[in-house]
């Protein structure tokens, strides 16, 4: 009996880490899709944010009482993980509570702790899920979260509470087992956690030492296989966050958010225009394989590898979208749809890698007009609101002013009065047709 | 009035052998927009009393390239840095000053990788450290008791982070600061950035200026406070728009100390 378990739970071990590892590979090998861009300077402050920002939630308490329920879950989560160890270990070995007896009170403590805390979990969990289902909170029901990405967050929420349950589950009833000295860790008593030592005789007192141990071993498991489904549920849904929001922080822009950044590759030709006596075959001569560089973003692959990164780890929170000027006024542009186009486009890219042997056959379609319209990217007034209210420091903006300098500097397409405005500034230095000459004008005027 | 600016270029002042303490970067609007002119006119005046050696370019003076920038083209906006850059050079430029915080934010943040390193500060700040040094002082008369809000503008809050400046100098007006419900970090874009300025928004069911005016409008001032020409158009259409003009003022920050000191 002892090995057919044991057997069971190392298989489904491997089965639920090695599905995991192949997903995590698929998305590394999707971030690394992007282009190039350098985020290794000054480890010291991007350290410090990502444990300010991604680790102590420092941006989530600009609204405290998400905040707070969401610390819940997120403290509850990392805590029970320590739980995990003894799992693994009881159910390898057919041992039962391990650490008990070595780690004694403290053991006892840890314990409490995790009950404790997922008591407040669960509270958290119950306040999210009215919060999207019953108070409609507008940003968590705009219409960028039809479909699929409200089914994603309900069901994390559900996952969260069988979670739950299945931590008291196993307590409860271990604890009415050990108080008749039947429990399958030696002696008798009461194993004292903070919550369970009183719900585990309210509830299952009555039930027959049978009917507990059935119970017992349904919570065991279902604790460890929700912690299987969850690990690998991940993967499909916004909740990549709870392991990308480090990273994610860690290679965050750390620049002022005014700072857009200036393409290298138009700079090297800009100088060459500049400069009448600038050799142009003094340039590296240019690599006979090297695939031209586009100006601007047309596609996933046309993204740096920051904002592919962004774009898996967006939690789809909609506080982007909640602050945005032109969605405020009704126009199409949603900062957090931006995010979650650019995810659906690369993970549809990425099938199309894995479909055709490891390299990418064009499918007609790319991440602009297909996923994101011009109408969007021409909306947005690069006012940052969106980088200011994201809990993980993405950007948005950055995404749509790629995609802008695409349309302008490969295909021409800004609308017409901004053309009109280059133009002036092209001819006369200034946006209005107005001569540079009578730029002084206004001190003799009245 | 015109005759008591004094408004020497750089140009001038090299041909004398000086160099001013700071350049003062007049930008687009301010040289070309009539509303705007009134602001760069009214910053001029306070530099003048406030006996600062500064300089303009005049016409050698062109767009930083900032709405070129936002609207993608970022080959004209490398052109116009780098031949500001050759300007700012050409003259030894050290440090700026700007009443514009898109140009003041391009030049900043965007000419350094481009080969322009230089002090720039926005002209809030600039009056700030003018009073905190004891050569300028402001004395509220006019605005004591006055209700005046202030907008940030995005370019100069969020995307540099400037908040207090405009404040400080707002208060030492004797005025009643009072925020709007969206503010600083949280502050509500006017709608003209990112090239937003020189086209039609796209449609939706507002503007993006009237929500805001509406923000400003909420807390019931007699003036609105600004720190950015753009801005100033479009709070000021928004302000018409609900029929206020008469009772509400949309005014740039070195208007207001000027106007305070009666220059
Ligand atoms: S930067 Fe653009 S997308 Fe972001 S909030 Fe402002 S207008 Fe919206
Ligand atoms: S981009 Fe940031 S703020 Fe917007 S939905 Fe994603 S996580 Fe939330």
């Not at chain 1, 920002?53 to 997120?74: C, E, N, S």
């Not at chain 2, 008369?141 to 404040?167: M, Q, S, W």
Request: hydrophobic share 40%; with cysteine; proline share 4%.
């Amino acid at each position: 009996m002892h090995i057919l378990s044991s057997l069971l739970f190392i298989t489904l071990t491997v089965v639920g880490f090695g599905f995991f590892a192949i997903n995590a590979k698929k998305i590394y090998r999707n971030i690394k899709l992007g282009q190039p861009v350098d985020r290794t300077d000054n480890p010291q402050n991007r350290w410090r944010n990502m444990l300010l920002v991604a680790f102590g939630q420092k941006k989530m308490f600009a609204r405290p009482i998400p905040a707070l329920l969401h610390l819940a879950i997120y403290v509850a989560f990392m805590i029970t993980q320590i739980e995990l160890i003894e799992i693994f270990i009881d159910g390898i070995f057919g041992t039962h509570r391990i650490f008990k007896d070595s780690l004694g009170g403290f053991y006892t403590f840890m314990i409490s702790l995790i009950e404790i805390l997922s008591l407040a979990a669960l509270f958290a969990t119950l306040v999210f899920l009215s919060r999207r289902n019953l108070l409609k909170l507008p940003r968590l029901n705009m219409h960028d979260l039809l479909g699929w990405p409200k089914k994603d967050a309900n069901l994390i929420l559900m996952m969260e509470i069988i979670l739950v349950l299945c931590i008291f589950t196993m307590n409860g009833t271990d604890e009415v087992l050990f108080n008749m000295g039947k429990s399958h860790f030696a002696g008798q008593g009461s194993f004292n956690f903070s919550v369970s030592q009183y719900l585990g005789p309210a509830v299952f007192g009555s039930l027959s030492e049978g009917a507990l141990h059935v119970l017992e071993r349904i919570g065991w498991w279902g604790h460890f296989i929700m912690v299987l489904c969850f690990l690998n549920y991940l993967y499909y849904s916004k909740h990549l966050h709870i392991l990308l929001a480090f990273p994610n922080t860690y290679f965050a822009n750390l620049k002022p958010l005014g700072a857009f950044d200036n393409l290298e590759s138009v700079t090297n030709e800009v100088k060459l225009m500049m400069d009448p006596n600038a050799d142009p075959f003094a340039a590296p001569a240019p690599d006979e394989n090297a695939v031209p560089a586009k100006f601007g973003a047309q596609d996933v692959q046309d993204l740096n590898w920051v904002q592919l990164l962004n774009a898996y780890s967006c939690t789809e929170c909609g506080r982007c979208t909640s602050s945005c000027p032109a969605n405020i006024t009704g126009k199409k542009l949603s900062p957090r749809a931006i995010m979650m186009k650019t995810r659906d486009r690369l993970e549809e890219v990425g099938k199309n890698i894995d479909a055709n042997k490891g390299t990418f056959v064009p499918d007609g379609k790319t991440l602009l007009n297909d996923y994101i319209t011009t109408e969007e990217l021409w909306a947005c007034t690069t006012c940052n609101a969106c980088v200011e209210e994201c809990p993980i420091e993405i950007s948005p903006v950055s995404i749509i002013m790629d995609m802008r300098r695409y349309l302008v500097m490969e295909q021409s397409a800004a609308p017409m009065e901004l053309n009109a405005m280059m133009t002036n500034i092209e001819n006369n230095a200034a946006p209005w047709q107005y001569s540079q000459m009578d730029r002084l004008n206004w001190k003799d005027e009245n | 009035m015109s005759e008591n600016l004094v408004v020497p270029t750089m140009a001038e002042m090299m041909a004398k052998g000086e160099q001013p303490e700071v350049l003062f970067w007049v930008g687009c609007s301010g040289s070309f927009d009539d509303r705007a002119k009134k602001i760069t006119k009214a910053f001029v005046r306070i530099l003048n009393k406030a006996n600062v050696k500064f300089a303009v370019l005049g016409t050698e003076e062109g767009c930083t390239g900032d709405p070129a920038k936002r609207a993608g083209n970022e080959f004209l906006f490398q052109m116009q840095a780098m031949m500001n850059i050759q300007v700012f050079d050409g003259y030894e430029v050290k440090k700026i000053v700007t009443a514009c915080p898109h140009c003041f934010n391009t030049i900043k943040n965007e000419y350094p990788e481009l080969g322009g390193t230089y002090e720039v500060v926005h002209h809030t700040e600039f009056l700030k450290s003018l009073l905190d040094e004891g050569r300028l002082t402001i004395e509220g008369g006019k605005f004591k008791g006055k209700r005046i809000t202030f907008h940030d503008p995005c370019y100069l809050g969020r995307a540099n982070k400037v908040y207090e400046a405009p404040r400080e100098l707002i208060q030492k007006l004797d005025a009643e600061l009072v925020e709007m419900k969206r503010s600083k970090a949280n502050g509500l874009c006017c709608g003209a950035g990112g090239a937003q300025m020189f086209k039609e928004p796209e449609k939706g069911n507002k503007d993006v200026n009237m929500e805001r005016t509406d923000d400003a409008l909420e807390v019931k001032p007699n003036i609105i406070a600004a720190g950015c020409p753009f801005c100033n158009t479009m709070l000021t259409d928004g302000v018409k728009f609900n029929h206020k003009e008469g009772d509400v003022q949309v005014l740039d920050v070195a208007e207001l100390i000027a106007n305070a000191q009666d220059l």
